[in-house]
């Protein structure tokens, strides 16, 4: 599913304008992307939890040469579904 089939479901089950839907559709994404990017925790009830973590620096190794190099500390995105949602798929 992309972002255009979300809007299409929304302006179908909801009745807005086409542009309408879209503009919401942005607008929750952008909040959500904001939010992470502030380093708050996302959780959407029935859905799961989006949150940012820290990841440090660490050794790893370049598999075709074998050579050590740095892994660079860096932020990275994890998603915790929700029991619901996970009754629902199974």
């Given at each position: 599913?992309?972002?255009?089939d ?15 839907s ?25 859905f ?31 998603f ?5 949602l ?5």
């Open positions: 599913m992309t972002k255009i979300i809007i299409q479901n929304v302006y179908e089950k909801l009745g807005f304008s086409k542009k309408d879209a503009d919401i559709v942005e607008s929750v994404f952008d909040i959500i992307k904001d939010k992470l990017a502030q380093g708050e925790r996302v959780k959407i009830s029935g799961g939890n989006f949150m940012v973590k820290e990841k440090r620096e660490r050794r790893g190794r370049n598999p075709q040469t074998g050579q050590e190099i740095s892994i660079t500390a860096r932020r990275v995105l994890t915790k579904s929700s029991q619901v996970r009754k629902a798929l199974n």
